[in-house]
């Protein structure tokens, strides 16, 4: 026998044994098989993980019996028995559902289960789930589970991390009792994420002192935070949000977790106090979340100490004093939403050059804009509105921030001007401006900004024609448009395709009533001086949901179609001098809350179809030419309020 051959035989000997160490089990190949036929693949499934920068696919797609089990896709095998011990199918594409009788839980030497961001409606958690009694890592995260959560969960020891959360559509519950249980027999936890789950239930006072994650926010707790909580030793997230009934109190002295946390969320939580100094000892901090706490006082100098925070909120409290300088100056810092406060004085120079977005709406902040705020070129977002500053503000203050795509200065004392009308226009970028109450007079400063979807130029002095250009530019974009309470004589909304909230009150608009897209849903242009009839296309709009036409000089008939948009909410045609009968076509399911032709010059009957408006709370009908008496069947409409009240 040549040499060459002695070596084949060999490597081919070498070949079949190392084969024979990760072949799969027959039996577990056909569950795997048979788990993948319960489900279908829908490539709109899953598109959520594009958000966590991960790419959805079909990992079962690939799946055959032509290849051995462990080589599949998403499956990992024991390098010694070929046993399945993880299966990693998050972002698979998924749809269907898994019960009791799934072949999944014949899959026994389970350590690692992974069936993330899938769409399983209509399936609950199974109890067989709890016989997979080698498993350290479960991630049911945000795949439409909904129903009870079995207490055999708690009887899966060895966990080390558990995600159940769920999103807002689906319901998914956890009796009180299977809480306390589950913390107190899982002691090797370190990542819970039960956020969405509906617990009600308090928080108890023992848990494994492992934790590096807590997540249950959105989860009913009530009660007291346990202290003990906050000095975790190893805990690095911390989420205990939208928990309305559920109150706390910052330790006042340094954390056991200051070195270790990273995210603290306490958004809704009641703290109703004072901000400590201790925090400035959560040196690792990135983010920040305490919106909605009911807390008071200063922010204590403490938080300069915060050097690698990105995120900071502490919106809508009662937080007040002046602004710390050594905020604006954290190197990190990239976020900061301190709006909806009572913070007063002047805003100090701002030294950061991380910041993307800075929130200090709704406070009583004075002075001049900090000239500062120029050097900012990576500012995406700004948002002062509803303040004490004052002065000019020229458009050439913001030249600067190419980035700036969201910019808000409302309700202040600022005067917004345009002196040099050639050279300087807002950024290209902008999508939300918000310029209500700053003088506006004239808006060439706009015609750079073209990808602008939502506008608020309200109680300005804009007159005249709405210029043309800029239907050529916001034709696809603009979604809001809010030029109520100016000096407006015409503004044609036809070009406009995307419109859907639109408010042109209080205007000097003349001559017919324009109308806008059909896909708009909000429509004011009361008070102004319109004239002619109702156009009939207003039939198309069966997305509409408030038709404000009120206090002009509208004539004709009201058009018998407004009756049949079941969308539509508030109907106000007050003082004008429309004729004719009331619509008789109101619809059974109708969501009509409000009605108001008062002030016009309607006769006949009220319609009885008006009884199948359930939801009516005002109705209006006073001042016309109405010949009828009381309609006794009004007083079934069990939301419709008396005047007298």
């Not at 993307?356 to 700004?382: R, Y």
């Not at 004011?524 to 002619?532: A, K, P, Q, V, Y």
């Not at 009939?536 to 002009?552: G, P, W, Y």
């Not at 004539?555 to 909410?569: D, P, T, V």
Request: one cysteine or more; hydrophobic letters at 35%.
């Amino acid at each position: 026998m040549g040499l060459s051959v002695v070596f084949l035989i060999f490597f081919l000997y070498q070949l079949s044994c190392s084969s024979s160490i990760f072949l799969c089990p027959k039996h577990q190949s056909i569950s795997l098989l048979k788990f993948k036929e319960t489900f279908t693949i829908n490539p709109y499934a899953s598109s959520r993980c594009y958000f966590r920068g991960q790419k959805p696919y079909p990992k079962t797609s690939s799946w055959n019996m032509s290849r051995d089990c462990c080589l599949w896709d998403g499956v990992i095998c024991d390098e010694m028995t070929g046993h399945v011990i993880e299966l990693d199918l998050g972002c698979s594409r998924l749809v269907g559902k898994i019960d009791s009788n799934s072949s999944l839980f014949q899959l026994s030497h389970l350590q690692r289960l992974n069936l993330s961001w899938n769409e399983f409606h209509g399936s609950h958690i199974s109890p067989e789930f709890g016989r997979f009694s080698s498993l350290t890592h479960l991630d049911l995260y945000n795949s439409n589970f909904s129903g009870q959560i079995p207490s055999e969960i708690s009887h899966l020891y060895k966990l080390q991390s558990l995600l159940l959360s769920t999103s807002y559509n689906t319901v998914q519950r956890l009796a009180a009792h299977d809480f306390r249980l589950l913390l107190h027999n899982l002691t090797l936890l370190r990542v819970l994420d039960l956020s969405g789950v509906s617990i009600s239930s308090t928080i108890p006072l023992n848990f494994s002192s492992h934790f590096t994650t807590l997540v249950l926010g959105h989860s009913e707790l009530y009660g007291v935070i346990p202290e003990s909580i906050f000095h975790l030793p190893k805990l690095k997230i911390l989420d205990l949000s939208i928990n309305y009934q559920l109150n706390g109190y910052f330790p006042k002295t340094k954390w056991n977790s200051s070195a270790s946390l990273t995210d603290l969320n306490l958004q809704g939580v009641n703290f109703s106090g004072y901000l400590p100094e201790s925090l400035g000892y959560l040196t690792s901090l990135n983010n920040l979340f305490l919106i909605f706490c009911n807390i008071w006082g200063p922010i204590p100098e403490s938080l300069s100490n915060l050097t690698r925070i990105e995120y900071m909120f502490l919106a809508g409290n009662f937080l007040n004093g002046t602004i710390p300088s050594s905020i604006f100056s954290l190197p990190s810092l990239t976020d900061l939403e301190l709006s909806n406060n009572h913070f007063s004085g002047k805003l100090e120079d701002i030294k950061s050059n991380s910041l993307l977005s800075i929130d200090l709406g709704n406070n009583q902040l004075q002075g001049h804009l900090p000239e500062s705020i120029q050097n900012l070129v990576n500012l995406t977002t700004l948002d002062l509105s509803f303040n004490n500053f004052s002065g000019s503000v020229d458009v050439s203050f913001f030249s600067d921030l190419k980035h700036l795509s969201s910019l808000g200065i409302s309700y202040n004392s600022i005067s917004f001007t345009n002196e040099n009308k050639v050279n300087f226009t807002l950024p290209e970028s902008l999508v939300y401006l918000q310029l209500a109450a700053c003088e506006v007079k004239e808006l060439e400063f706009l015609r750079s900004a073209k990808k602008l979807e939502h506008l608020d130029l309200s109680n300005n002095k804009l007159q005249g024609r709405f210029p043309d250009w800029a239907s050529s530019n916001w034709m696809f974009s603009l979604n809001s448009l809010n030029l109520s309470h100016n000096m407006l004589t015409s503004v044609d909304l036809t070009p406009f395709q995307s419109l859907k909230t639109i408010d042109l009150r209080s205007n000097s608009l003349q001559g017919s009533l324009s109308m806008p897209p059909n896909s708009t849903t909000y429509f004011f242009i009361s008070e102004n001086n319109l004239s002619g009839e109702i156009p009939s296309s207003i039939c198309n709009f069966t997305s509409l949901v408030m038709l404000d036409l009120a206090r002009n000089n509208l004539k004709g008939a009201i058009l018998q179609c407004l009756g049949n948009i079941s969308s539509l909410q508030v109907l106000d045609m007050h003082h004008n001098s429309l004729t004719g009968t009331l619509p008789t076509t109101f619809r059974f399911g109708s969501s009509l809350r409000s009605l108001n032709l008062h002030g016009n010059k309607l006769e006949g009957k009220i319609p009885q179809s008006l009884a199948n408006c359930k939801e009516l709370q005002v109705l209006d009908l006073g001042d016309n030419h109405l010949i009828d008496i009381f309609p006794m069947w009004l007083g079934t409409l069990p939301k419709l309020q008396n005047s007298n009240d």
